[in-house]
T-cell receptor, first 116, second 112 residues
Framework: AQSVTQPDIHITVSEGASLELRCNYS??????LFWYVQSPGQGLQLLLK??????LVQGIKGFEAEFKRSQSSFNLRKPSVHWSDAAEYFC??????????????FGKGTKLSVKP | EPEVTQTPSHQVTQMGQEVILRCVPI?????FYWYRQILGQKVEFLVS????????KSEIFDDQFSVERPDGSNFTLKIRSTKLEDSAMYFC??????????FGSGTRLTVV
C-alpha cells in the first residue's frame, strides 16, 4: 500500500543544535515530495517541495531537504534550530499517475520541541 | 502574500445537525481541496474539485459530504448529518496547478 512514514513522533533538540527529521515513502515511481509545518492552532505552511532536478532543495526558514531515491527518503534538515521552530512537521507525497489528481498523502507528523 | 481563508475558525454543532464549512481560495487558483485532521492523527485527503466538479474523492468522502462552489469566490464543504467522529480540523487548500498547494488555517469542528 502507498504510505508515507515519519518514524519519529516527537523530537527534542537544544536551540542552536542541528536537526534532521526523517521521511520515507513507498511508491514505485518518484513522487512529488513536500514538507509542511504546522504551529499550534495554525494551518499548514509549505516549507519546501521536490519535483525533479537537484536532489537537495532549499526552503523557507533555513530548512533544506534531500531526496534519496535509493532510500526512498526525503529527510528535512536545519543546521541550527531556533526556539520558533517548535511545531509539528509533516512530510507529504503526491504520488502522481495511477489516476491521482494531485491529492497529497501525509505522514503522521513529527512534533519538534526546542530546549533553551 | 495571497491566503486561503476559512470560516469559521471553530464550530460546535450537535450530532445530526448539518454544517457548512466555508473557504475562500486564492483568486487565480483553479484546483480546490478539502482535507481533515482528526486530533492526534495525520492529515487525510477528502476531495478535490476542478472545473466545477469533483475530480477525486477518498473513501472518507461518503454521501454525508458534499462540496460546492456557489459563486466565483467561495468553496464550501457540507456535512449533512454530523457524527461524533466527524470532529476534526478541516483544511481547505487551493492551487493553480494540481500541485503546490496553499492551505488555509483550518476550521475546528466539534460535534457534541
Amino acid at each position: 500500500a502507498q504510505s508515507v512514514t515519519q518514524p519519529d513522533i516527537h523530537i527534542t533538540v537544544s536551540e542552536g543544535a542541528s536537526l534532521e527529521l526523517r521521511c520515507n515513502y513507498s511508491y514505485g515511481a518518484t513522487p512529488y515530495l513536500f514538507w509542511y509545518v504546522q504551529s499550534p492552532g495554525q494551518g499548514l505552511q509549505l516549507l519546501l517541495k521536490y519535483f525533479s532536478g537537484d536532489t537537495l532543495v532549499q526552503g523557507i526558514k533555513g530548512f533544506e531537504a534531500e531526496f534519496k531515491r535509493s532510500q526512498s527518503s526525503f529527510n528535512l534538515r536545519k543546521p541550527s534550530v531556533h526556539w520558533s521552530d517548535a511545531a509539528e512537521y509533516f512530510c507529504a507525497v503526491d504520488p502522481r499517475g495511477g489516476g491521482s489528481q494531485g491529492n497529497l498523502i501525509f505522514g503522521k507528523g513529527t512534533k519538534l520541541s526546542v530546549k533553551p | 502574500e495571497p491566503e486561503v481563508t476559512q470560516t469559521p475558525s471553530h464550530q460546535v454543532t450537535q450530532m445530526g445537525q448539518e454544517v457548512i464549512l466555508r473557504c475562500v481560495p486564492i483568486s487565480n487558483h483553479l484546483y480546490f481541496y478539502w482535507y481533515r485532521q482528526i486530533l492526534g492523527q495525520k492529515v487525510e485527503f477528502l476531495v478535490s474539485f476542478y472545473n466545477n466538479e469533483i475530480s477525486e474523492k477518498s473513501e472518507i468522502f461518503d454521501d454525508q459530504f458534499s462540496v460546492e462552489r456557489p459563486d466565483g469566490s467561495n468553496f464550501t464543504l457540507k456535512i449533512r448529518s454530523t457524527k461524533l467522529e466527524d470532529s476534526a480540523m478541516y483544511f481547505c487548500a487551493s492551487s493553480n496547478t494540481n500541485y503546490g498547494y496553499t492551505f488555509g488555517s483550518g476550521t475546528r469542528l466539534t460535534v457534541v
